[in-house]
């Protein structure tokens, strides 16, 4: 140490800093540990890590509004959600063309369910409207028909919209299945995708932009030739509404064919018979003359939310900000409450029943310790599902405890004890279970308490209870601390056991988490009740690799 | 599995009417050579086996893999689609879910004339299996109902036995526990008929918020007395340990429980809900498992297979044209008539899912039903 | 750079060690070992000997500086190709092999003939008089036994250089001394170059050719046993070999090669000046006590003579120990033999004490 | 002289209260024993009851009978399922086995950076709830096209059982002597030798340890492979849990009795183990 003068960092004989010639020494070493590390710590960043962060972004995730409704989100910004209105026509009229997308995809009772976590009757909102989505626009599709015949031919609308150059690909693709259906070749090609001409776009941007997701659609999904397909009634819609705002210019810069089609609609269509929007999607569910139904739409449109973690712990994005769910819907923070009371109570229980054996074990003579340590663990190395379906035998109304009871007459046949489907079953059971978990550590740190401790409070005059209290049981605290924590770790994430013997009252949240995974489908929320879970476990753990060390955990 | 393999083998023996032979079998071409299952367990997947699979195996070799997920099909559905990597060639599931499952564009839409069997009285496939096609994903199969089952031996009953389902709400006359599944359907619609509303206006009064509260309310008055299930074969497992005196479950697994396993069990067959059960396709599987499938399917749901299969549970064979041929139990010999929901004595209340009203509102009403359960 | 000779068969150049980067352990060591020699590494724990030996055995790397075996440098070469024979201060005997294969051991790894190991094995066992318990597992023999397989199975394969790490500090006293000659007699028997690690100074003068005494990472004086005694180059190893009395006093002058010192209690007594240079100096005297005189006839007339006051008489059976205070210092202490004329002193006896200029050495005051 | 003897000074007292604790120990024994050894007399039930007949409690021998072995043993799911798990298992250990043993030797040397980060994360997934974990697994293998294959099945019980080995074999290089592999680098041994010949064989019962542990994680495993597993992936826990759910059919007792008979073989060989490593370990001096 006298060498290490206050003169900045100590110098290698040669001059240079003595940290880094010791750090080129040390590279070598390192790298070896590091090479033997590294293939675990790979394997478990990929099977593992990778796995659980991949989830827990689920948790915020919420893609799913923007990328199914793109033009309704977009046309909502401007949309004040406390001035009580409707929305304007324009987003219902983009509202129109991302249903009907979304509908030809399958997509739109998937964004229903979504949107239902957050309002209740959104789901069935979306899933009528759906139903009657092609429907809207067909005033106009009919009106055009009788103006101008063309537009209802499907060819029509490729001359106008497709990009020469993709109906010549398209056409040369189509050749090229021809002959190789000719010759018995597998042809597995995709088709050219749809292309828009140039411009037209500017002149009709919404009929283009329908248009187009229509001729993708029907290539992608359903494997059509859009050249031969009807288009939906809301791309005459679209055209309707294009056409009623472009000036009589706009057609001229159309090409011949077009302009051919369309300025006899042009000028058709001022003497449509108009529709209100609103009025076919009230038509369809009144549900939409609910401004909370905007208003969710809009305050859900950001790809990532924090509407999970809200729901977590009851309470609920709105447009105005945070509230608190409904009160019949507010479970999660009585199921965290009661996943943590029911561990702790475990916890309780595994202390009470772990200290006397640990106590008694660690005073034994190592021979007869040994044997009864072998009973401890016995049900540590026997399978879990064993042991639950002993406690579901054991313990059900006919089960063998309740029959002994009856027997020796302490309960009467009639009066069985319910002792499963609750939370004492559930206690019973997982204080079993855990119990070796308690026990171990605790014994391992009492066998390191030296007898003569004792002994020397004894002679030095405390009574057995006293030396016991005093002396011993402080030493024995970190055994408990360790036991603790080990096992309220592991039961505050218990599932198997629960799920068996728990009913609806004895159950935790992780039973909640695997029913929004794998019945309600819900798995934003689950991902985020997944991450709260996940991060009291973490902080236990990193609480206990603080007191105990995470490499000393004695595994009997 | 010697004994299974000789159950099915006097089983095909022993039906010359409806036997089949290899050469009668369309080949199949590119096709798979096994096929992946997906139903509910227990004696209805049993069935399905004898009926359906070990004569196809028999005839063309397929093996086939189960998987008792029907229970979670949609979410495993949604997971492997996902991920684009379906795993399972065929799935049971019920009506509501091939619903949501076609809503989704997770199972395939058929057409039913072009890919199934036509009757053996030669009704075209539409016609034959009419109301039950509920969907154009859902290919079905069976007609079953839930029912409930009591226990005869419930000393503190005092002599009496129920004789409708509003017994269920009866905690005085018939004290016990009841065993109720975990969801809302048909238990909400129970509560409601036990609290007097008529049959015709049950959705009506559950499309209010009100009406949901009120067969919530009603639940109530049970709700410390029931243990929830969530797989068929719990209520008459329940029921059998004496664990609760009566259930709601699927009829089939009661009439096992009382016929085969002769338990002091009787049916309630007051307000059975019936239900259609069927297949579905999961979307975008690959071409030779398809074909595989396909080619199970329009053997398997053909009349007489359909008609096969109640001898084995006592389901209603979806085809109109099945339901002269169902005859008698395979093991037991009784007459399996009397058992099928379907029959005219056991349906003089009765109700039957309203598949649409449960497809819009099956996400609100579980929540609620949910925190219900919960509180 | 030192050429490959005998006298530098092992050389360590300007070699540093840091285990943190804040602090060195080994500080610039410079060290030739010639071939064939005998050569200790003494000190106390933490001195830095263990290290170097560690390093020169190839499981430390120098953080800076070069180690050169026969002229080679060794920094790159890993431990399993460097030759070394070792003996660990546990033994280090494989506990799951039996003592024959532990001598085998070195042999297999050098792909050597099953018939020809067998008998190199017998042969080491002979060596250290084991010859009948080739078959035993470690854990079946006694410490000294396990010891000398440790040092058959470091020499089975007839390295040229032999390290030992305090390897008998684990024995009781007498097997220990017995150990000793067993092991100086086979190091030179075989002519192997020996590097010996220790922290008992008995050890290190009986059995070395030559003894580095380390200290705080650094050699303080490296010569042969006898020197090493005698002439003590400072005071860390005047007291740390031997028993020395130290007085603690400020050297007056330096005249003819004798220092005045002035002691503490301002008595002044002539010493050899080992490392003071100026008048001024604080200096630590350090005389053994068995060159201190209390038969005042057998003094030479030109010794110097002190007052003292017998504190406590220890009988120790070859000799006496005497504790006196002289000039302040309660720890004084002397060594008389047990002889028929050899008075016992009782404690509150005032004597005079002398001894000769020469064995008194003026060394730096620590 | 062990502490748990009572003087011959004790007053009655004291004697009450010593004779009142072992018997509250045994009662403690007795309830972790005791569900385990129930199921295995009503394993050999006669009928399809979970109670005992007063057939079996007369000690009838028509009472009893192996129907449930036989319906183990011929049930062509229960012989799936059972494949299955010896399929899945030892794969599964192979690899926990191998990376933990690497790392565990990695992480015990000096100097290895991050090395209470690089932990914490190697044992996580002994820590993280098993319903986060097989949730996790079941996106993202979905993804990777692992879910529903025995190999994404063996991948994930690879992960739960690697913390086990980890932490017994860590434990054992705790106790290892550095000296040894010291010494046979002094002898000439290069890396791998010394590996194979000196560490290898003495870590070894706590390689074997930690591999019983990864074994039995993943035999025993029920959550992760519902998630991650298909139909054609089902365990015997899997099989056991969707019997136990409907109904606790008596073949899944059957089961039961015999897994606690490989548990305890699995235990005795522990303890063997343990017993032949503290010898290695206790006699040896240092």
Known sequence: ?????????????????????????????????????????????????????????????????????????????????????????????????????????????????????????????????????????????????????????????????????????????????????????????????????????????????????????????????????????????????????????????????????????????????????????????????????????????????PGYFLASVDLRQTADGVAMQDEDRRIYIMLFERTLFMSLAIMGACILLGYPIAFLLANLPLRTSNVLLILVLLPFWTSLLVRTSSWKVLLQQQGVINDVLVWIGLVDNANRLVMINNQFGTIVAMTHILLPFMILPLYSVMKTIPPTYVRAAKSLGASNWTAFWRVYFPQSVPGIGAGCILVFILAIGYYITPELVGGTTGTFISNRIAYHISSSLNWGLAAALGSILLAVVLLLYWIYDRIVGIDNVSLG | ???????????????????????????????????????????????????????????????????????????????????????????????????????????????????????????????????????????????????????????????????????????ETFPGKRSLEKRPKKNIEWALLCDGVAKDELYDVLSTPEGLERALAKLDTIKSETIWWSAGAETPQRLADGEVVMGSTYNGRLFSLIVEQNQPVKMLWDWQVFDFDGWVIPADLPEDRLNRVLHFLHFATDTQRLADQAKYISYGPARASSQPLVSTHADLGIEMAPHMPTNPENQKNYLVNNIEWWADNQDDVEARFQAWLAQ | MTAATDNAFVVFDRVQKSYDGETLVVKDLNLDIGRGEFLTMLGPSGSGKTTCLMMLAGFETATHGDILLGGKPINNIPPHKRGIGMVFQNYALFPHMTVAENLAFPLEVRKIGKSEREEKVQRALDMVQMGAFGGRRPAQLSGGQQQRIALARALVFEPELVLMDEPLGALDKQLREHMQFEITRLAHNLGITTVYVTHDQTEALTMSDRVAVFNDGRIQQLAAPDELYEQPQNSFVAQFIGENNTLMGTVKEIKDGVALVVLDDGEVIDAKPVNVSNPGDRTLVSIRPERVEINKDRLSPDAHLVHAEVLEFIYMGDIYRTRLRVAGNEDFVIKTRNAPDQRRLKPGEHIEIGWLPQDCRALDAP | MSQMDLPPYATPGQRIWHYTFLVICGLIFFFLIAPILVIIPLSFNAEDFFTFTPKMLALDPEGYSLKHYRDFFTNPSWQQALWNSVKIAPAATVIAVTLGTLAAIGLSQDHVPFRRAIMAILISPMIVPLIISAAGMYFFYSRIGLQGTYLGVVLAHAALGIPFVIITVTATLVGFDRSLTRAAASLGANPVTTFFKVQMPLILPGVISGGLFAFITSFDEVVVVLFVGSANQQTLPWQMFTGLREQISPTILAVATILVVISIALLTTVELLRRRSERLRGLSPG
């Open chain 1, 1 to 305: 140490m006298s060498d290490a003068t206050s003169t900045g960092p100590m110098l290698a004989a040669d001059g240079t800093p003595l940290k880094r010639s010791l750090n080129r020494a040390l590279r070598a070493q390192k790298l070896r540990a590091l090479m033997l590390i590294a293939p675990l710590l790979v394997f478990i960043l990929v099977t593992f890590i990778a796995p659980i962060t991949d989830m827990l972004f689920r948790s915020v995730e919420n893609q799913i509004v923007s990328d199914t409704l793109p033009r309704t989100t977009r046309a909502l910004e401007g949309w004040d959600h406390n001035s009580g209105e409707l929305p304007s026509e324009d987003v219902f009229a983009a509202l129109t063309y991302d249903l009907v997308a979304a509908a030809e995809r399958k997509d739109h009772t998937r964004l229903g369910t979504r949107l239902n976590y957050e309002t209740t009757g959104m789901s069935s909102i979306f899933r009528k409207t759906g139903r009657r989505i092609d429907d809207f626009g067909e005033t106009y599709m009919d009106q055009f028909a009788e103006a101008t015949p063309d537009l209802a031919a499907p060819e029509t609308w490729v001359t106008v919209m497709a990009d020469p150059g993709w109906r010549a690909d398209y056409a040369a693709w189509e050749a090229a299945r021809a002959a190789a259906r000719e010759t018995g070749r597998d042809f597995d090609r995709p088709p050219p995708l749809f292309r828009l001409k140039n411009g037209v776009a500017d002149i009709l941007p919404e009929a283009a932009d329908v248009y187009a997701e229509f001729a993708r659609i029907a290539q992608v999904e359903n494997g059509d030739n859009p050249a031969e397909e009807e288009p939906w009634a809301p791309v005459y819609l679209a055209l309707y509404r294009d056409l009623m705002h472009v000036g009589p210019g706009a057609i001229e810069r159309l090409d011949d064919a077009s302009r051919a089609t369309l300025a006899p609609a042009h000028d058709a269509v001022a003497g449509f018979q108009s529709e209100r929007l609103a009025d076919l999607y009230l038509d369809a569910d009144k549900g939409w003359g609910e401004p909370a139904i905007w208003s969710t739409i809009q305050a859900f449109s950001s790809n990532y939310t």
């Open chain 2, 1 to 171: 599995m010697t004994m299974k393999q000789l159950l099915s083998a006097t089983a095909l023996a022993a039906l010359p009417a409806g036997a089949l032979f290899a050469q009668d079998l369309p080949p199949c071409e590119n096709c798979a050579d096994s096929i992946t299952a997906v139903s509910w367990g227990g004696a209805y997947q049993t069935s399905q086996i004898k009926a359906y699979a070990e004569p196809y195996t028999a005839l063309t070799g397929t093996t086939f893999t189960w998987d008792e997920s029907s229970n979670e099909a949609v979410a495993k559905l949604r997971a492997q689609s996902e991920a684009g990597n379906i795993t399972w060639d065929l799935v049971d599931v019920e009506g509501p879910d091939s619903q949501r499952l076609c809503d989704e564009g997770l199972a395939m839409e058929v057409d039913h004339d072009e890919i199934l069997a036509a009757g053996d009285d030669g009704s075209a496939p539409t016609d034959d299996f009419s109301d039950s096609v509920i969907n154009d994903c859902f290919i079905p199969q069976i007609v079953f109902s839930t029912t409930f089952g009591y226990r005869t031996d419930v000393s503190a009953w005092n002599g009496n036995e129920p004789d409708n389902l509003c017994a269920l709400f009866d905690l």
